[in-house]
């Protein structure tokens, strides 16, 4: 069986048994929040998978998996200290979830669990499709890519970072984050974390059947807009800051500032 076809396989199932181990032990502390802090490390599993299993040109293996696993490891790290910083408690999304799910609760989270781990196979596909491209040469367009991904991963960084840090102040307790990139606005970091899957969109494109990757930024838009990400922590921020956050709605873009505010 060629590796385009295996390697897909195997990174299922190596994933999936992550997030089924990930759901054994947040079922048992109580907290399934850490599904965000599997999520994100899976990137990095999958990116040693593919540089070990994939037939394409070695330099540009590693090349994309050394990117993804910059770029996992970033986003893992941040997401244990904030979670692990009140592991006793559950975030609010969770919280929310825990509510609405009530009857098969654990049944319900496995499957959560188990659609996380197809969803990073799902989004991994310009990552296999470039790795399986055997020409040596790196072309501009895949440049441009990497020089997008590296300012969107430090966008990302940053909005991470201010927001923590606005958190970490006392003075700031039960008050909405608004200063630096959070005062144009309300998600950021979920605008960066678009543009990095745009980015390896754009990478993926010289590759054999690279168009395919376009697949990656439409569903991240899709859950970002209308899953998990935006639409869950909004209505989460409305549930804990109430006309605070109701007001910042008013005044700032949900995504970037040419976007409407609500």
């Not at 692990?84 to 509510?99: A, C, P, T, V």
Request: net charge positive; hydrophobic share 50%.
């Amino acid at each position: 069986m060629p590796s385009f076809l295996y390697t897909p396989l195997i990174v299922l199932a190596v994933v999936c048994v992550i997030m089924m181990i990930a759901w054994l032990i947040a079922t048992a502390i109580h907290n399934y929040s850490i599904v965000d802090i599997c999520w994100s490390f899976n990137f990095a599993v999958i990116a040693i998978l593919i540089l070990n299993l994939a037939d394409g040109d070695g330099n540009r293996k590693l090349w994309v998996c050394s990117l993804v696993t910059l770029w996992s490891i970033r986003l893992g790290l941040h997401l244990t200290a904030r979670i692990f910083s009140h592991i006793k408690e559950e975030e609010g999304r969770y919280k929310q979830l825990r509510q609405d799910w009530q009857q098969y609760l654990r049944l319900k989270f496995f499957l959560f669990y188990q659609a996380q781990a197809l969803s990073n196979v799902f989004l991994a596909i310009p990552f296999f499709i470039m790795a399986a491209n055997p020409n040596p040469y790196i072309s501009p367009v895949e440049y441009t890519g990497a020089v997008l991904w590296l300012v969107s991963i430090m966008g990302e960084g940053l909005a991470d970072y201010q927001l923590k840090k606005f958190k970490a102040n006392p003075a700031n307790a039960g008050k909405v984050c608004n200063v630096g990139l959070w005062h144009y606005s309300r998600h950021p970091n979920y605008f960066f974390q678009l543009c990095i899957w745009l980015s390896v969109f754009i990478m993926a494109l010289p590759s054999p059947n690279g168009w395919l990757a376009i697949l990656c930024p439409l569903c991240i838009s899709y859950l970002l807009f209308k899953v998990t990400g935006i639409p869950m922590t909004e209505e989460q921020s409305l549930r804990s800051k109430g006309t605070a956050y109701a007001a910042y709605q008013r005044t700032t873009s949900v995504f970037i500032p040419w976007f409407p505010k609500n």
